[in-house]
């Protein structure tokens, strides 16, 4: 080796870069999750007992929450997605993950992640309890699905607090309701919604005319079986970006919209596609309905 390269490789520029290089692998990867988030994780998964029954119709893949471990950055986890700038947790996949127990209003999900855009809690099991008000705590929410939780009570007014919601599922939650006048209330102030789906919720409200008619981004509308009364405004049928509305077991459904020969195609083919998994549920859950 000449000296011209052994001074080279011991050039302090390029010796400095070496280490930067490195860096980008370790020392920031292992920083980027704070120890608040972590630790509210880890709290949260230890609040839970895991059984394969709670997440039934979920592909047998492994629980994301098994690779949680204490000392690795939070956002290297399955199911944790992290604005990779700031190390803030934006996104929380847990659905499928066999969770069986309560989520506790006190609990610190609800204080350490401010900035959560995606909360995805379905199949799991929460043991029949109500949904806390403190889910509005995650102001930032735009997707948020609670499907087969096995939640019950009155879903909370404040829900309509959660403005920039653009996709809502509380589905097949089946002893959940909202309170009356609950639906108006969501509808209004939840203009940004492109998904929503309520089936099996007791809405327990008839259709305000036109109410429906604010939310013109509306993609997908599923209402099944959600005792929604009263004359469905035809007006929806008419939302510019609508693709789906499933009305199917409501008394909304009725015989002024045979006109719609799409609406009432769509419903059969839901139906057929669905039949086996509503019966399924039943089962699962112990009742259903006749
Ligand atoms: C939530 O997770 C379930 C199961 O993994 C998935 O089917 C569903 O699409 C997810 N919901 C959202 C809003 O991404
Ligand atoms: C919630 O936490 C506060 C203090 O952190 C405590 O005073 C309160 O008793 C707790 N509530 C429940 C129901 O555990
Ligand atoms: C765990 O449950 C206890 C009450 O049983 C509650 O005080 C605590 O906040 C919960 N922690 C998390 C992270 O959910
Ligand atoms: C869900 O939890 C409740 C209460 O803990 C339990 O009785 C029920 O059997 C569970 N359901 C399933 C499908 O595991
Ligand atoms: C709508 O949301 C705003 C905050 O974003 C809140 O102040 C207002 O009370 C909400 N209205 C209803 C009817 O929930
Ligand atoms: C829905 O709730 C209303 C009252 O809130 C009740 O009268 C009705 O029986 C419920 N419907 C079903 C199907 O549980
Ligand atoms: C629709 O939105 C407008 C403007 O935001 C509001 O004034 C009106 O009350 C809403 N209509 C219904 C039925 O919610």
Request: one cysteine or more.
């Amino acid at each position: 080796m000449g000296c011209e390269q052994v001074r080279l490789f011991f050039n302090p520029l390029l010796i400095s870069f070496f280490f930067l290089f490195l860096c980008q692998f370790t020392c920031l990867h292992a920083q980027l999750c704070t120890q608040q988030q972590t630790s509210a994780l880890m709290q949260f998964k230890r609040n839970f007992s895991f059984s394969e029954s709670s997440s039934l119709y979920c592909d047998a893949s492994f629980p994301k929450m098994k690779s949680w471990k204490k000392g690795s950055d939070c956002c290297s986890w399955d199911g944790v997605d992290c604005n990779k700038k700031t190390g803030q947790v934006i996104g929380l996949d847990l659905s499928c993950n066999g969770l069986q127990g309560t989520i506790h209003p006190n609990s610190s999900l609800f204080f350490s992640f401010p900035h959560l855009r995606n909360l995805n809690l379905s199949h799991n099991n929460f043991s029949m309890s109500p949904i806390s008000p403190e889910f509005t705590h995650f102001t930032e929410l735009t997707h948020l699905d609670l499907s087969y939780c096995g939640f019950s009570g009155k879903v909370p007014l404040e829900f309509s607090f959660l403005n920039k919601l653009v996709s809502l599922d509380l589905s097949a939650n089946y002893d959940l309701r909202l309170e009356v006048g609950g639906f108006e209330l969501l509808i209004q102030n939840l203009s940004k919604l492109r998904d929503l789906d309520l089936s099996d919720v007791n809405v327990s409200s008839s259709v305000v005319p036109n109410s429906l008619l604010n939310l013109t981004s509306l993609r997908t509308l599923c209402l099944r079986f959600s005792s929604l009364h009263g004359n469905f405004p035809s007006g929806v049928f008419h939302l510019p970006h609508l693709q789906k509305l499933d009305i199917w077991g409501t008394k909304a459904l009725n015989r002024r919209h045979r006109k719609h020969q799409w609406l009432l195609k769509m419903v059969e083919d839901v139906e057929n596609r669905n039949g086996q998994r509503l019966k399924r549920n039943a089962r699962r859950y112990g009742g259903g309905r006749n």
